[in-house]
Antibody, heavy 118, light 108 residues
């Protein structure tokens, strides 16, 4: 059974960089697209971007200028960096697996709340 | 960019009743790229339906999806207590994933 686990600081100061890592267990990171998705408190889901195991990426245009997603296949991990954060970036951040070129998410992490505050 | 609209925003029903949730796309989309998720408080979304009408593994048959073009529907034939949750539709197009705003199904 594939499992995803987000990790990273739960509190980030405004204007700084939010960094999260997703560790994949129970399966290989190879051969799949991996996404970051976020959900502000009490609101809906927003797709941030994806990375293919080979390193190619695609980002939500609304966040593209501030986002970098990277992958480390040796550790079965992928990571999110979001710079110049503001309070509007406060959200639960999920990592998820896209189900093998089927364009939906079949496995999700439990989510990690990141609060932007001084 | 394709925009997904879900209606109603909130659906108040009793256990045993039928729930009909709508997802409308701003332009015609391939049904192959339309999925539905269920989210309960404090939990990650769970895949219910993919390809507009195929149930994901382990999803009870009281959940069904239908539709094509711009109009898609998620139907829960008889609501069980565990079905009260928020439901999201999701689409993939132009290399981007988009989610609808969600429909909350709550207990009447």
């Amino acid at each position: 059974q594939v499992q995803l686990q987000e990790s990273g600081p739960g509190l980030v100061k405004p204007s700084e960089t939010l960094s999260l890592t997703c560790t994949v267990s129970g399966g290989s990171i190879s051969g799949f697209y991996w996404s970051w998705i976020r959900q502000p408190p009490g609101k809906g889901l927003e797709w941030i971007g994806y990375i293919y195991y080979s390193g190619s990426t695609n980002y939500n245009p609304s966040l593209k200028s501030r986002v970098i997603i990277s992958v480390d296949t040796s550790k079965n991990q992928f990571s999110l960096r979001l710079n110049s954060v503001t309070a509007a970036d406060t959200a639960v951040y999920y990592c998820a697996r896209e189900a093998g070129s089927k364009y939906y998410f079949d496995y999700w992490g439990q989510g990690d709340l990141v609060t932007v505050s001084s | 960019e394709i925009v997904l609209t879900q209606s109603p925003g909130t659906l108040s029903l009793s256990p045993g009743e039928r729930a009909t949730l709508s997802c409308r796309a701003s332009q015609s989309v391939s049904s192959s790229y339309l999925a539905w998720y269920q989210q309960k408080p404090g939990q990650a979304p769970r895949l219910l339906i993919c390809g507009a009408s195929s149930r994901a593994t382990g999803i009870p048959d009281r959940f069904s999806g239908s539709g094509s073009g711009t109009d898609f529907t998620l139907t829960i034939s008889r609501l069980e207590p565990e079905d009260f949750a928020v439901y999201y539709c999701q689409h993939f197009g132009n290399s981007l994933f988009t989610f609808g705003p969600g429909t909350k199904v709550d207990i009447k």
